[in-house]
Nanobody, 126 residues
Framework: VQLVESGGGLVQAGGSLRLSCAASGRPISSYVMGWFRQAPGKEREVVAG??????RTYYADSVKGRFTISRDKDTAYLQMNSLKPEDTAVYYC??????????????????????WGQGTQVTVSS
């Protein structure tokens, strides 16, 4: 499975961006998918996760109410509104073939994801 992110860029604080993650290689419509981010000098952290149907979504406290994760079969999206300078990071898409979609804690653990994209840079200026 290959994951390719797109949609990153430079935006002013308060602005919006929409990230996309397209999967290829095999269908992943049954996989859990997630968005993570990593800022310079910091560990990779979860942003949001979504189960196969889109019926379960999870968010980091820092993005609740501002970011929305969604998916359409093999493509995941991250709508980011009211962006802040602290949202600046490389954003990664990930997919898990083995995680139970009712394992709510599992969405937040990078170890549960099997496939990763190369990342897309998001920079928010103040």
């Amino acid at each position: 499975v290959q994951l390719v992110e797109s949609g990153g860029g430079l935006v002013q604080a308060g602005g919006s961006l929409r990230l996309s993650c397209a999967a290829s290689g095999r269908p992943i419509s049954s996989y859990v998918m997630g968005w993570f981010r990593q800022a310079p000098g910091k560990e990779r952290e979860v942003v949001a996760g979504i189960n196969w149907s889109g019926g379960r979504t999870y968010y980091a406290d820092s993005v609740k109410g501002r970011f929305t994760i969604s998916r359409d079969k093999d493509t995941a999206y991250l709508q980011m509104n009211s962006l802040k300078p602290e949202d600046t990071a490389v954003y990664y898409c990930a997919a898990s073939a083995r995680m139970r979609d009712d394992n709510s804690r599992g969405y937040y653990d990078t170890q549960n994801y099997d496939y990763w994209g190369q990342g897309t840079q998001v920079t928010v200026s103040s």
